[in-house]
Nanobody, 123 residues
Framework: VQLQASGGGLVQAGGSLRLSCAAS????????MGWFRQAPGKEREFVAA????????VYAGSVKGRFTISRDNAKNTLYLQMNSLKPEDTAVYTC?????????????????WGQGTQVTVSS
């Protein structure tokens, strides 16, 4: 599975961005996909995940109510709509794919990773 993330950029606090992650390859093996982020000097942090078939979603507490994860099965594309952005949301955002269910918060549970896309929120 190959993952290609896009949509990052520079935005003012309170603004919005939508990230996309296009998946190709053996996507039929996918069970769920997620977004993680990593700020300079910090560990990788779970943001959100979605079941590929079920559409069930989970969010980190820090983004719940502001971010929305979704997917388009026909296009094999994952999205992350980010609203009410804050400077602390600044990070490199990466999409990931896992073939098993559950344990969405743990990076080691994911099998494939895309390259990151930079999101910078200015105050």
């Amino acid at each position: 599975v190959q993952l290609q993330a896009s949509g990052g950029g520079l935005v003012q606090a309170g603004g919005s961005l939508r990230l996309s992650c296009a998946a190709s390859g053996r996507t039929f093996r996918s069970n769920a996909m997620g977004w993680f982020r990593q700020a300079p000097g910090k560990e990788r942090e779970f943001v959100a995940a979605i079941g590929w078939s079920s559409g069930n979603t989970v969010y980190a507490g820090s983004v719940k109510g502001r971010f929305t994860i979704s997917r388009d099965n026909a296009k094999n594309t994952l999205y992350l709509q980010m609203n009410s952005l804050k400077p602390e949301d600044t990070a490199v955002y990466t999409c990931a794919d896992k073939s098993t269910g559950g344990r969405y918060y743990y990076p080691d549970e994911y099998d494939y990773w895309g390259q990151g896309t930079q999101v910078t929120v200015s105050s």
